[in-house]
């Protein structure tokens, strides 16, 4: 393929992941709107029960179609996700804002790491620059709060940023996956997810009904908010671009979250980062430009190899 067309496929996938970087980033102020410490695991509950619940009729007959090995493999990535927003959400709870954006971010750098291992081929030193370099932006950008001592909470945030990492080398690498309908795994993963937190509820924290039962008007828009966009739609998209650009790549995206969660603050909530802040927006920015120029050139000249050599007769196309 050429690099040009190959170039213009990567912009394509990389857009709406950039767009649920945002979307993720806008939903701090929205969890924040309908969360408490006791509420946590029935407001996930709520969440993506919702998300399901609109997501299931609509691809019913991709759904019916999944074979029994699809099914095992969207089960599987339906409880890493589920480990995922449990770490980071206690996490958030029991540390703060400063350490729990450092570690999250975090991903950016193990994911290339972990899938080189795999590969067992060493990753591009440009692309871990980049990834070194963005996390280092990280830094700068939420480093007005403060630091605080190390917690269980950090503990958490490292356990979810290890979850996150092995959520998008599990969806790219299973071969079951490899096939299925989009939005019908999609479903499998919510659905899995929901049972997890529904199992939880019983014994801890507040009931589900009586949440449902205190939120207001506006409170339940955050929740739909949470349940359509940053929760449907972005592990659509998710699972939609890691079995196409690849984990690494798109993990880098993803972790632009906290910069969008900075401009929406900046935006909408008054903040001002100061010089240092802007300086690390400088550093994500920067950093994901080469992460992605550097993700597209390994990939360049092995699909040119790729085209010209010949194929032998009664080669079989992998």
Not at 146 to 162: E, I
Not at 272 to 287: D, K, N, S, V
Request: hydrophobic share 55%; with cysteine; charged share 10%.
């Amino acid at each position: 393929m050429p690099p040009a067309r190959s170039s213009h496929r990567g912009r394509l996938t990389d857009a709406p992941v950039l767009a649920v970087a945002v979307i993720w980033g806008s939903s701090y102020l929205a969890t924040k709107s309908i969360t408490g410490p006791s509420t946590v695991i029935a407001t996930l509950l709520l969440r993506f029960l919702t998300a399901a619940a609109v997501l299931g009729p609509l691809r019913l007959r991709a759904i019916r179609r999944l074979t029994a090995a699809e099914v095992r493999g969207g089960v599987l990535i339906g409880l890493i996700l589920a480990c995922v927003f449990l770490l980071e959400t206690y996490g958030v709870v029991h540390t703060s804002a400063t350490n729990a954006g450092l570690i999250i971010s975090l991903t950016m750098v193990m994911t290339p790491l972990a899938e080189a291992a795999l590969r067992r081929t060493p990753p591009t030193a440009s692309f871990v620059m980049a990834a070194a370099g963005s996390v280092l932006g990280v830094l700068l950008l939420t480093q007005g709060g403060g630091f605080t001592a190390p917690s269980v909470g950090d503990l958490l945030m490292l356990l979810a940023a290890l979850a996150r990492t092995a959520n998008v080398l599990t969806t790219h690498r299973l071969p079951s996956l490899k096939n299925a309908d989009d939005g019908a795994l999609t479903f499998v993963q919510l659905s899995t997810a929901v049972i997890c937190f529904a199992a939880l509820s019983t014994g801890v924290g507040t009931s589900p009904l009586r949440v449902a039962a205190t939120l207001d008007a506006g409170q339940w828009l955050a929740l739909l908010y949470l349940a359509l966009l940053c929760t449907l739609f972005a592990f659509f998209v998710q699972l939609w671009a890691v079995r196409r650009a690849g984990p690494s790549r798109v993990s880098l995206l993803l972790g632009t979250e906290p910069l969008w969660a900075a401009v929406i603050g900046v935006v909408l909530g008054g903040d001002q980062p100061g010089a240092p802040g802007y300086a690390g927006a400088a550093l994500i920015l920067i950093g994901t430009a080469w992460g992605r120029r550097a993700a597209e050139a390994p990939r360049q000249p092995a699909e040119a190899a790729d085209a010209a050599t010949p194929v032998r007769e009664g080669a079989v196309a992998q």
